[in-house]
T-cell receptor, first 110, second 118 residues
């Protein structure tokens, strides 16, 4: 069974710190990976996608992919209280379907 | 770009009635749309995948006669919850993927519809 695993948290970081969110996946044929942010009571919002090994930066966010280790991470620099949310990692395995992890709840404390 | 809308945003209905939820891609044509359900404190659960002009593919355990999906155009998919019961109360979220280009596999989510069945 294709799985995407995340630590459910909560991950608590102080304001201004770097938050590191991790995700592992089981299906080696996965090609595309996505990070979504979901605030309580809202739908997921796309933060970043990553397709190649290495780092991809977008503002305060950096996604990292290591296909050999089947590992994806998301770093949030200068964390703000408004970043407090659940972060969902997803892998595209076949066609357009995504397999989601259970999400990591991030709490950024002022 | 890549905006997906849903209507209604919330609905309250009586047990036994049917509810229709619309999902629209506003600025792109969606070759595929997905319907998810999310219960409180739980992750997204894929219900079905629909491609324009063809029958939806339902995930195991999802009753296709209860959750009717129609994807009549490249910008509109509808989910009808038939004979709704209190256990169908949930947050229903659709997503859509555009056709063509390097980001064809990116799913963009609608804002969700909160259904409460009394």
């Amino acid at each position: 069974q294709k799985e995407v695993e995340q630590n459910s948290g909560p991950l608590s970081v102080p304001e201004g710190a770097i938050a590191s969110l991790n995700c592992t996946y089981s299906d080696r044929v996965s090609q595309s990976f996505f990070w979504y942010r979901q605030y309580s009571g809202k739908s997921p919002e796309l933060i970043m996608s990553i397709y190649s090994n290495g780092d991809k930066e977008d503002g305060r966010f950096t996604a990292q992919l290591n296909k050999a280790s089947q590992y994806v991470s998301l770093l949030i620099r200068d964390s703000q209280p408004s970043d407090s949310a659940t972060y969902l990692c997803a892998a595209n395995n076949a066609g357009n379907m995504l397999t989601f992890g259970g999400g990591t709840r991030l709490m950024v404390k002022p | 770009g890549a905006v997906v809308s849903q209507h209604p945003s919330w609905v309250i209905c009586k047990s036994g009635t049917s509810v229709k939820i619309e999902c629209r891609s506003l600025d792109f044509q969606a070759t595929t749309m997905f319907w998810y359900r999310q219960f409180p404190k739980q992750s997204l659960m894929l219900m079905a995948t629909s491609n324009e002009g063809s029958k939806a593919t339902y995930e195991q355990g999802v009753e296709k006669d209860k959750f009717l999906i129609n994807h009549a155009s490249l910008t509109l998919s509808t989910l009808t919850v038939t004979s709704a019961h209190p256990e169908d109360s949930s947050f229903y979220i659709c997503s859509a993927t555009p056709g063509g280009g390097t980001l064809t596999d990116t799913q963009y989510f609608g804002p969700g519809t909160r259904l409460t069945v009394l």
